[in-house]
């Protein structure tokens, strides 16, 4: 419906990621190798499973904060209940339905209490957290049978295994979202949701599915990282929401709602990961890449507002 | 004809003003004398609000020019042009609900001050009070403006506009939300100013009214000036006629209707401070029409049946049985479409291609495992354009770009999609140029004579009178009398609207409405 203004701002951002490469690669001679893109890959497989989710709430103009500390439960679910006795198969069953249930209850609690999603998910943030730190008691579970490590370490050839998981979740998300009927209904409700319900949308079941969605990626990616670093404990992902939203935004998707794609998020994904890969590699602190984070996500916002005014 | 622009109050000339590649004014002349009231007239999109704007500072003219007392004036903004004593009453207000009356008169005004510093709120209420009464109400300005009428609301912003010492107010459709009865106190307003020298603009698609208040009528037509008169050289046909470009069919036509079985009724339906013991029944082949002041519950009792408000308690029958509907999409399945009377925040998503918004409704018919089939989605919104004559953009253009009337069938296309058998319309004319508004007078007949239930909620009520075959005048929550055949009058109507005359039943003689 808004083909044309969509490739525009894609065209941008893809202008934008192949400055940003070419700028990392003469900060670090060893950034544009093929070796170093793959290996780095492996690093955000999981925030971009999450934004593709996380794309979709910010189209309904919501937004999703607890997804960082919904990573760390579905983390300590798996890796305490293996500890406590349970099959790894059945450990990671729980975890996924874990990471399920919450986001069902984000939706929940966004649709039936009416409560904006902002305060809402800033509550379970803290809850689900807190949670992961009441059960693991602040304690890690590192030792898993060997077969575990195929989620996160295993590569085929030089590709990681996680990659082929990502290119999958982005065609299924991206063709939900662009060729559905559900995906139709997401749009709607972002760009005018009392029209929407007008229309017959069943906003509340479109949105509780749409949080769920974002759990359940969630929990993906939490077993993909809990298998990675070989270990689960309550403080993972500490400010990953940040990462997030930051990607779904530069994609070009709007906090107001109704636009937004997964191209773009996709190519947001990207270029928050190169970004943090090559100041990585260029020696540039932890602390300082928080900063040109920020600096990206106020520039990325411009831009987007930019779009809109430019199509308004 | 006029006299020499130099000693004129307000006047435009030659103003060009377009939006990307869409000319809005072409080249238009326009001028108002003091104590005058000047009416213009259009279609939807023939470029009256534009040109409005332009005089005003809320756009800037690409070409020509504009003068106030003979002086060439350029505003940058309403703000400069309220300095200079120029106000608009725009068409959607601008006003703030959950603030004061006071403190929306005193929006963007010097407030009185304590010493030190602070707002003087007594002086502010006082003032406030002063300003309203000038135009004779008098209520509490210390109320949130959110709890008024959309009348007194009106007069709110009239009174904001004056308050500057405007000596030009434009008012942009100021009746559009307006019963008749509130119309006339806003005419009496408008007498007043213009006899103290103020130069109105008045913008309306209600020609009678036109007729009534103003002493000149200017028609514009696709951006372009088509003819400026006095009143009184003018008669209704020959104003549509240069309105529309071309002569119009007299009444709206009505076929012949055969009345047949109860499709819908309603039996003690009420929901608590909205509209209580509501008895209604639908025909399949009829139109009710629902008439009422604004305020009177006919918009919530419709939102009821269509699950947008669930009633409290009550029956809602389909074909005899009882039924439980609590969404829109519930309503939907079971074959009822409502076409609601705010077309821009809940009829249309307007950043949506016309096509999707036409789709909308019925994408569970247009698509097969959830995925949506493309050609059936285009082919569905062709049929639907040609069927209602949608004009003015290709069908992935956003409905955003549409002229109000295209706009209204655009939402009506889209309720139609699902071929429901029980039609309720909520205003369906509203803010709706001459030449549509009889289209789809002629289409809410055609849907009638097919067989299907109409129910029509208007606030005209020529328009009511013309398409209903049974009129319910509903006044404080309640029907107040059901009128059929040559019983139904504009006199009666209205008497049983306001409360003037006894209901059919025992009720009370009430109080009318403020």
């Known amino acids: 419906m808004t083909r044309e203004r969509l490739l525009g701002r894609e065209a941008v951002l893809l202008g934008v990621l192949v400055v940003v490469m070419l700028g990392m690669s003469l900060l670090s001679d060893q950034f544009l190798t093929l070796g170093n893109l793959l290996r780095t890959s492996r690093f955000f497989v999981e925030i971009g499973l999450i934004a593709l989710g996380m794309t979709l709430v910010i189209i309904t103009a919501g937004i999703d904060l607890s997804v960082g500390s919904a990573l760390a439960l579905v983390s300590v679910t798996i890796g305490f209940s293996y500890a406590a006795g349970a099959p790894l198969a059945l450990a990671i069953l729980l975890g996924l339905l874990v990471g399920l249930a919450g986001g069902c209850f984000n939706g929940v609690m966004v649709t039936r209490l009416d409560l904006h999603p902002l305060v809402v998910t800033l509550g379970t943030f803290a809850l689900f957290r807190g949670l992961a730190f009441g059960v693991s008691d602040a304690d890690a579970v590192s030792t898993y049978p060997e077969w575990f490590a195929y989620f996160g370490q295993f590569y085929l050839g030089p590709v990681p295994g996680q990659l082929f998981v990502f290119i999958a979740a982005i065609t299924a998300v991206w063709l939900l979202l662009a060729r559905t009927r559900f995906g139709r209904y997401v749009y709607a409700i972002g760009a005018n949701e009392e029209a929407a319900r007008f229309s017959g949308v069943p906003v509340r079941r479109v949105k509780v599915t749409i949080y769920t969605i974002t759990g359940a990626l969630v929990a993906l990616a939490a077993v993909i990282y809990t298998s990675r670093v070989s270990s689960a404990r309550a403080d993972f992902g500490q400010g990953l929401e940040l990462d997030v939203i930051a990607a779904v935004v530069l994609g070009g998707a709007s906090i107001r709602g109704g636009v937004g794609t997964i191209p773009g998020t996709v190519l947001g994904v990207l270029t928050i990961a190169v970004l943090r890969n090559g100041l990585q590699l260029a020696g540039v602190a932890t602390t300082w890449q928080l900063f040109l984070l920020g600096v990206l996500l106020i520039a990325a916002v411009f831009v987007n507002e930019f779009f809109r005014r430019r199509d308004a | ?514």
């Open chain 2, 1 to 514: 004809m006029a006299e020499p622009a130099s000693s004129r109050l307000l006047s435009l000339e030659g103003i060009h003003k377009h939006f990307g590649g869409i000319v809005a004014v072409d080249g238009v002349d326009f001028d108002l004398g003091h104590g005058e009231v000047h009416a213009l007239v259009g279609e939807n999109g023939a470029g009256k609000s534009t040109l409005m704007k332009v005089a005003v500072g809320f756009h800037q003219p690409d070409e020509g020019r504009v003068e106030v007392d003979g002086e060439p004036v350029a505003f940058r903004s309403t703000r400069d042009a309220e300095a200079a004593g120029i106000a608009i009453i725009p068409q959607e207000l601008d006003q703030f609900p959950h603030l004061s009356v006071a403190e929306n008169l005193a929006v963007g005004r010097a407030r009185p001050r304590r010493r030190w510093g602070g707002i003087d709120w007594d002086a502010l209420a006082e003032t406030a009070r002063r300003q309203l009464g000038e135009l004779g109400l008098d209520l509490d300005v210390t109320a949130p403006l959110g709890l008024l009428s959309a009348a007194n609301r009106q007069v709110v912003a009239i009174a904001r506009a004056l308050a500057g010492d405007a000596r030009v107010v434009v008012m942009d459709e100021p009746t559009a939300a307006l019963s008749e009865r509130e119309t006339e106190r806003l005419f009496a307003i408008i007498t007043d100013l213009s006899s103290r020298g103020v130069g109105v603009v008045y913008i309306s698609h209600r020609l009678e009214e036109v007729f009534r208040i103003a002493d000149r009528i200017t028609v514009l037509r696709d951006g372009h000036h088509v003819r400026t008169a006095t009143t009184s050289e003018l008669d209704t046909d020959e104003l549509v006629r240069l309105m529309v470009g071309r002569p119009l069919g007299e009444q709206v036509p009505r076929s012949d209707r055969s009345v047949g079985d109860t499709a819908l009724e309603l039996r003690g339906l009420t929901r608590a401070g909205a509209f209580a013991d509501i008895d209604l029944v639908l025909r399949r082949g009829e139109v009710l029409g629902l008439a009422g002041l604004i305020g009177a519950g006919r918009t919530e009792v419709a939102q009821a049946m269509f699950g947008v408000a669930p009633a409290d308690s009550g029956d809602i029958l389909l074909d005899g049985e009882a039924v439980s509907i609590r969404s829109p999409e519930e309503a939907m399945r079971r074959g009822i479409a409502y076409v609601p009377e705010e077309r821009r925040s809940q009829g249309l998503v307007l950043p949506f291609s016309i096509r999707a918004n036409i789709s909308l409704s019925s994408l569970e018919r247009l698509s097969r495992g959830g995925l949506i089939n493309r050609r059936a989605e285009r082919e569905l919104a062709e049929r639907s354009a040609t069927a209602l004559a949608i004009r003015g953009a290709e069908l992935g253009a956003p409905a955003a770009h549409l002229s109000g009337g295209n706009q209204q069938k655009v939402v009506l296309s889209k309720a139609l999609a699902r071929e429901p058998g029980i039609l309720l319309f909520d205003e369906p004319t509203r803010g709706v140029d001459v030449g549509a508004k009889a289209e789809i007078a002629r289409l809410i007949d055609r849907l009638a004579a097919d067989g299907n239930a109409v129910l029509v909620i208007s606030s005209e009520l020529e328009e009511v009178l013309a398409l209903a075959d049974r009129v319910a005048v509903m006044r404080e929550g309640r029907v107040v009398g059901e009128l059929a055949g040559t019983e139904a009058t504009q006199e009666r109507v209205m008497a049983l609207a306001t409360g003037s005359a006894k209901p059919d039943d025992e009720a009370a003689p009430a109080q009318a409405q403020p």
